[in-house]
Structures are given as structure tokens and as C-alpha cells.
């Protein structure tokens, strides 16, 4: 991360206090009280949970019907402190692709990036001319996220950006608008439903459940110790070891409430106490279905990948914690 | 109450339950017919290429803003009169009024909220039909086929129930003739409270079941056609072209052609001149401030609507709505028993009674206006704009408030203009309201109408057309100049911080 943002992590950009939004049969947001610091934040949490009221609070699209909401002054002053990629893009109808930047754009543009450089980045050049109406759902999503970058402001608060981009620019586009983040920015919130992003591009994570907080701390803390179950599987894949399960592991039983695929290892053992009945899927986040030998009853473990082991073969469960992990350990 | 007062409210209240029966079976039936075109006109606009939607949806809905004096006044005298006839004389009354509600219709089909049952969901049902009983079926048609109609044919039944210029210049019998006539006879408030009783309970029962549905609010103003025929399209493209021709075509070249060649003998009796300035004036008064308190009260209320508060809320915000839905005659009855009463009467000669009442009339219809023209663009879409307008950037900020007023400023404006001009031909509450020392436009062009064609009247008549039309095109063109003074003027509130 550049030295702007990491100058700036810790302090905080938002403070809420007790902030409810009203809903049709339940609340948008119940008493939510957060903290969110500068850098990369994620709202994270099932659909309904509340992320989008949450930004559009935070954009001064909506306002709380009750608590506060307090934004605290930038540590480096900025003529345009927050701009917002809404859900629906909120692109302004009679204006062209092109003019959607030049709009946006300030008159003396600190990053030095040319409208046609934006439009080439996100490969919308060919387009220029197209107003929002004629564009796809994934051309739309671009330009929304273009224009908050073009803008230069210094928090970005971006609502499930580029959802709807094909995979295979996807992760290009989500770099180089961290990239841009990182180099010009204060803070990014953004809103997501996929874990890899969160994993690979965010600091903090709010996660939220029917409009409470349901965690809200570092990214390597929700990955390693989340608070419950829930929580944990809304950054993917987890096993959350109860008593029961503990017993399965064959080394030094594991003392954390949640092991990740990665630091989970299902290995070939003809002493093994387990037995293979269904493998799916590849790379580090195999579902093994598993049957106790001696107990007679089964569970379904995440784990890496290993050619090796065969349906029906016997194994072990191995575990190699993670690095970051013991980091997370001596924080908390 | 005297005897010959009691004599006169029975024959009355007869001859109104007899008026509102037949005002009834009318408003029913073209209501009915509202359901089944105005999809088809719907799908005519939308279907139509993008460089040409917008006049198309501009030639859709022009039948429903033609003046009802105008209309009247064309098709009750001269050569497409059939007062002599009175078959003939109901039967274009019928068509004047089926012609002026479908594109309301229109309106309701293409920004009313959604069905509970979208049309695809209703598709996925009948795909199963043999497994489905018919109960079950009936249930799916109420929450999504009549569940979307319901609004058309409400709006559409109370659009015609409550007519009353062109019903009176065409000698049609209506609920709304018989009481503006009674009270003008000068029948007591009580009797004419009695009167309007029946009518607004049939209003009630029409208006309240269709305000239930929409409080439940779905999702938005997503238009789901099932009629993408051709057939369809060809017939609402001629409905237009009809609707086009007979309420603004003929009305206007018949009228125009005879008061164009007298209108340099009107500009020469200055006695005339002055009098009907002094009447355009007095309405463009009336209407531009109560269009202002309807377009400001329906902005308020809007800016409070979201498809997800309760249902309490969504209350709040329709009620003030409910008034209006009644008809201007309604309202300004009701406004006019109001000042009646010994502590208010003082208001009688203020324009104050004029305004209100006008503005509760044209509430409803800002309301629709302002959704109609906001819902070119997202709500999102202002809320970035309203982002940049805070920069400090000079350039930034002056851009943000200029897309500010592309956005909303103009929807605003084309909604005041569409509420202004219904105000300006709004004869009712001119005629009932307005402190009796100013007789406004349409209260002196109604009572003159009555006594057939002249030349002067039909220069009167053209020219109250023209000069409103013109006001709202002078301002249009001028709002270029405006958008370009405003976002000079906003320079940023930050760059203006010391460093």
C-alpha cells in the first residue's frame, strides 16, 4: 500500500452511533455503532443485510432516521472529500461515456490521467460516444467505477462495484482501481459478495447481519477468528471445529474455532480414521465428505486440494496454520 | 330551511343521484376501455426507436393537457355541433373523453409501482396450469394482471366521473353540471354538502382499494408489456394520431382560423383588449402560485417516498393526495362551504381560498408530473451529481450544480409547466373561489361560450391558448441562459477557505 493511504489507516473517516434507517417490515440499519478507518474497508453480509443503506448513509444520499453519523475531517484536506459508485451506477442519462468523466474530472488533475487513458483502462474507448441507456449491465458497472476514480476524491465508496464484469477482466480491473486507491486515495469502502476480493484487496471488514454489525476488525481477524460461523463463511469456505469435530484431526487437535481450506490438509493414511466417500471440486477449497471408521458417522471438511486421495481411500486430517495467523493470535 | 329550499334539495338530490348514475356507467365503461388501449398505447411509445421516444411520448399524452373549454367550445357550436342530436351529441362526448383519459392511462401503465406478480412469474405459473387448481389461478390473476390494471381503470374512471366544462358546453347531463349550476342558483351549503355525498362516495370506492394496492408499493416504475404485437402498435400509433386530431387539431384550426381573422379588430377596441388582459393576467396569477404550492408540496412528499418505509408513512404521504383525486368542482365546493363559515369568511375576498383549493386540485396531477419527468434518471444519478456540487473545485462544483439542474431542476420545471397550464384552464375553482371583484380567464370564456360562436370569442379562446404556450416556450428557451448563470454563480463554499 502507498504511503498515502498507510499514513492515513488508523484514523477514522466515519463514526456512527446508535444509526437506524426504517425499513418496510424490519429495519435497515438497528442501532448500528461503527468506527470506519481510512484505507481499504469491505462491507460485507447476505443480501438484505444492510451494506447498501449503509453507504448510501455514509454518501448523504439518505439520511439515519435516528443516531449519528459523524464524518471526521481528512488528514489530508481534499476539494472532493467522498465520491459514491451507487448499486444502479447512478449514471446521468443525457451524458455520453465520454462526458460522464469529463465531468467529473478536476480542473487540474493531481493523478495527470487523460479521459481517453480512463476510457482505454476500463475498455471503454469504443464507446465514448454511448450514452448510459445503450450500454450493458457490465459496461454500466465500468463507468460508474471510472467516474468515481476520475473524480479524484479522496474516499471512494463503491456499492458491489464491477459485479457485473466478466471474469476474465475482473481481476484486472479490481488492481487497478486499487492501484489507483492505493497511489491517490484516503480510503476505499466498497461492498461486495466475494470473498477472494475481500481476501485480496481489503484491510478492515464491517460485516453485517439485518442491519446489525455483526464484526467489524481486520480482514486476517475475520479470516482467523471470526466470531462465529456465519461470520466466518461470508469470506468463503471454513471448518468451524466443535468438540465433536476435534476429535478427526489427527495431530495436536486444533485449538481455533475456525480452520480455513489452506491451512487444512486431507493426506492419504492407511491408519487414517476417516474414509473418503465424495470428493468435489479442485484447488484449495476441495469439499471432502468424510466417514469416521470407528464412529460410524460422517462430516464434510475444506480442504487443499490432493490428487493423491481417492474416493473411498483411508486418510488423515492435517493441519498447517497459517502465517498470518499467528499474527492474529499475538494481536488478540 | 324554507319549503321552496327543501322542495328544490329534493328535486336535486334526484336529479344528482340520477346524473351520477349515468356519469357512473360512463366513467365505468371508458375506464373499462382505458385498461384494455392504454397498454397498447404504452407499447407504441416504448417500442419506438430512441431519437424518436420522446416526441412520440410527447403526441401520447398532448390529448389529456388539451383544454377542456377549448374542446367544448369547438364541438358545441358551429358546423361539429350535435346539441340538435342528442344520441350523436352523448355518444361525442364519449369519444372526447375516451380520447382525453387513455393517455392518462398510459401514464399510469408505464410509472405506476409493480405487480406483486411480475409478468414472468405469472408466465412460470401458467406454464404449469395442469398442475394448478382454479382458485389458485384466479389468485395469481388478481395479484398480477388486474393487480397492474386496477390504477388504470381508477385513474381513468376518475378523470371522466369528474368532468365538467365540456359536459356543461355540450349540454350533457353530469353530477358536476347539476351542482355548479345549483350553486350558482345559490342553493344553501348544507344542501349542496348532501349533493356532493353520493359522488364522493363513489369516488371513495373507486379511489381507496387502488390507494391500498399502491401504498404496498412494489417494485417501481419498471414497464412490463405483454401486448409487443404489431396490431398493437399500429393501433395505438392511430389513437395518437385520432386523440391528436380531434382534441388539438380541429379545436385548434376552427377556433384559430375564425379568431385569427379578428384578431387585429380585438386589438383595436381597447376596452376589450384591456378587459381580457386584465383576465389572463388574473389566471396566470392564480395558476403560477398554485402550481407553485402543488409542485413544492408534491417535491416535499416525494423527496419522503421510498418502496420500503412503512406503511404508516406511505399513509402520511397519500393522504394529502386524497383531496385532489376528487376533482377540482369537489374541492373547491369543499373550500367554498369552509369560507361560508362566519370566523373564515374574511378569506372570501382574498385570493388565498383560490389558491389553496387550486393547488389541492393540481396536487395529484404534480405528483404524477413530477415522477413522469424524474423518471428518466435515477435517484443515484442526482446523489453523484449532488457529491461533485460540494467540491472544491471550482470546475467540479460548477459542473455538479449544472448536472444538479439537468437532472432535477429541469423535471421541476417541466412539471410546473404542465401544472401551470392546467391551472391556468381551471374553471371551477376560477369560478367559485376567486374573490368576486376578478373574474379570472376561464370563468369570463365559460360564461361567454354559453351564448355560442363569435368571432371575438374565438380570438378570446385561441389567444388564451397561445399566450400561456408561448409563456412556457419563452421560458424553455430560456433556460440554456439559466443553467449557465447558475453554475457560474455556484462557485465552490471550499475554494473559498483561506489556505
Known amino acids: 500500500m502507498s504511503q498515502q493511504t498507510s499514513s492515513t489507516q488508523n484514523s477514522p473517516l466515519w463514526t456512527l452511533r446508535d444509526v437506524c434507517s426504517c425499513g418496510q417490515n424490519a429495519p435497515r440499519l438497528d442501532r448500528v455503532s461503527v468506527t470506519i478507518p481510512a484505507g481499504r474497508v469491505a462491507l460485507l453480509g447476505v443480501s438484505g443485510a444492510g451494506k447498501s443503506s449503509l453507504l448510501r448513509i455514509l454518501a448523504g444520499f439518505e439520511t439515519a432516521d435516528s443516531g449519528d453519523v459523524t464524518q471526521h475531517e481528512l488528514s489530508l484536506p481534499s476539494p472532493l472529500p467522498v465520491f459514491w459508485s451507487p448499486q444502479d451506477y447512478g449514471l446521468w442519462p443525457h451524458l455520453t461515456v465520454q462526458e460522464h468523466l469529463e465531468h467529473v474530472r478536476p480542473a487540474e488533475p493531481r493523478t495527470g490521467i487523460l479521459v481517453e487513458q480512463w476510457l482505454q483502462q476500463f475498455r471503454l474507448e469504443a464507446l465514448a460516444d454511448s450514452q448510459p441507456g445503450t450500454l450493458s449491465e457490465g459496461e454500466q458497472s465500468r463507468l460508474s467505477v471510472v467516474r468515481a476514480l476520475a473524480s479524484e476524491a479522496d474516499v471512494l465508496l463503491l456499492d458491489e462495484p464491477l459485479a457485473h464484469v466478466d471474469p476474465v477482466h475482473r481481476e484486472d480491473d479490481w488492481r487497478t482501481v486499487m492501484n489507483h486507491v492505493a497511489r491517490f486515495c484516503q480510503g476505499v469502502i466498497f461492498s461486495t459478495h466475494e470473498p477472494a476480493i475481500v481476501r485480496r484487496f481489503a484491510d478492515y ?22 466470531p462465529d460461523e456465519t461470520a466466518a463463511w461470508l469470506l468463503g469456505p471454513c471448518n468451524w471445529l466443535s468438540e465433536k469435530i476435534r476429535h478427526w484431526f489427527s495431530d495436536a487437535k486444533p485449538s481455533w474455532p475456525c480452520l480455513r481450506p489452506e491451512e487444512t490438509f486431507v493426506t492419504p493414511d492407511s491408519a487414517g480414521k476417516s474414509r473418503v466417500i465424495s470428493i468435489d471440486g479442485q484447488g484449495t477449497q476441495t469439499r471432502f465428505e468424510l466417514r469416521h471408521c470407528e464412529l460410524d458417522s460422517t462430516i464434510v471438511v475444506f480442504a487443499t486440494h490432493n490428487p493423491e486421495v481417492r474416493v473411498d481411500s483411508r486418510v488423515r486430517i492435517n493441519v498447517i496454520p497459517s502465517p498470518d495467523r499467528e499474527q492474529v493470535d499475538r494481536s488478540s | 330551511m324554507t319549503l321552496a329550499d327543501g322542495e328544490l334539495w329534493n328535486v336535486l338530490l334526484r336529479l344528482s343521484l340520477t346524473m ?14 382505458a385498461v384494455f388501449i392504454s397498454p397498447s398505447l404504452a407499447t407504441w411509445v416504448t417500442q419506438q426507436p430512441p431519437q424518436r421516444r420522446r416526441i412520440a411520448f410527447l403526441a401520447a399524452v398532448a390529448p389529456f393537457f388539451a383544454p377542456e373549454l377549448i374542446a367544448g367550445y369547438c364541438y358545441s357550436s358551429g358546423v361539429f355541433s350535435l346539441v340538435h342530436l342528442p344520441t350523436a351529441n352523448a355518444a361525442l362526448y364519449f369519444l372526447l373523453l375516451l380520447l382525453k383519459t387513455v393517455p392518462v392511462g398510459m401514464l399510469v401503465v408505464l410509472y405506476s409501482p409493480g405487480s406483486p406478480i411480475s409478468g414472468s412469474a405469472f408466465h412460470c405459473h401458467r406454464l404449469l396450469k395442469h398442475r394448478v387448481r382454479s382458485w389458485e389461478a384466479v389468485g395469481f390473476w388478481v395479484r398480477g394482471p388486474l393487480h397492474q390494471r386496477l390504477p ?77 404485437s404489431q396490431r398493437s402498435r399500429w393501433f395505438g400509433g392511430a389513437f395518437v394520431f385520432v386523440a391528436n386530431l380531434i382534441l388539438w387539431v380541429i379545436p385548434v384550426w376552427t377556433i384559430g382560423a375564425s379568431g385569427l381573422r379578428h384578431a387585429t379588430s380585438l386589438t383595436r377596441n381597447a376596452a376589450i383588449l384591456k378587459g381580457f388582459t386584465r383576465e389572463v393576467s388574473s389566471a396566470i396569477a392564480f395558476a403560477f402560485c398554485a402550481a407553485l404550492v402543488a409542485v413544492f ?32 368542482l369537489a374541492v373547491s365546493l369543499a373550500v367554498f362551504l369552509v369560507i361560508q363559515q362566519p370566523s373564515l369568511i374574511w378569506l372570501r375576498s382574498t385570493p388565498i381560498p383560490a389558491v389553496f383549493g387550486m393547488a389541492v386540485f393540481l396536487l395529484p396531477r404534480a405528483v404524477l408530473m413530477l415522477l413522469l419527468f424524474r423518471s428518466a434518471r435515477p435517484g443515484t444519478a442526482v446523489g453523484a451529481a449532488n457529491l461533485l456540487s460540494q467540491s472544491g473545485d471550482a470546475s467540479q462544483c460548477s459542473r455538479g450544480f449544472r448536472l444538479l439542474w439537468q437532472l432535477e431542476g429541469r423535471a421541476v420545471f417541466w412539471a410546473f409547466a404542465a401544472v401551470f397550464f392546467w391551472g391556468y384552464f381551471n374553471l371551477t375553482t376560477a369560478s367559485l373561489l376567486v374573490p368576486l371583484a376578478i373574474v379570472p380567464l376561464p370563468a369570463q370564456l365559460y360564461n361567454l361560450m354559453h351564448y355560442g360562436r363569435t368571432m371575438s370569442l374565438s380570438t378570446q379562446a385561441l389567444l388564451s391558448v397561445v399566450v400561456p404556450v408561448s409563456l412556457i416556450l419563452a421560458a424553455a428557451l430560456s433556460m440554456p441562459q439559466v443553467e449557465r448563470m447558475a453554475s457560474g454563480r455556484h462557485k465552490s463554499p471550499r475554494s473559498k477557505r483561506p489556505e
Open chain 2, 152 to 228: 388504470v381503470f381508477a385513474v381513468s374512471f376518475l378523470v371522466v366521473f369528474q368532468e365538467f366544462e365540456i359536459a356543461s358546453l355540450m349540454s350533457i347531463p353530469s353530477w358536476t353540471v347539476e351542482i355548479f349550476d345549483a350553486q350558482a342558483k345559490g342553493i344553501r351549503p348544507l344542501a349542496t354538502a348532501k349533493i356532493l355525498l353520493i359522488p364522493l362516495l363513489t369516488i371513495a370506492v373507486v379511489v381507496l382499494p387502488t390507494v391500498a394496492i399502491l401504498a404496498r408499493g412494489n417494485q417501481p416504475t419498471v414497464f412490463r408489456s405483454d401486448a409487443h
Open chain 2, 297 to 328: 408540496a408534491a417535491y416535499f412528499l416525494l423527496n419522503r417516498w421510498r418502496p420500503d418505509i412503512a406503511r404508516r408513512r406511505k399513509t402520511l404521504i397519500i393522504a394529502p393526495l386524497l383531496p385532489g383525486l376528487a376533482g377540482s
Open chain 1, 205 to 226: 471488514v464491517v460485516c453485517l447481519d439485518r442491519g446489525r454489525i455483526q464484526f467489524a476488525g481486520s480482514t486476517s481477524q475475520l479470516l482467523f477468528s471470526p
Open chain 2, 20 to 33: 351520477s348514475e349515468s356519469a357512473t356507467a360512463r366513467s365505468f365503461l371508458i375506464g373499462l376501455l
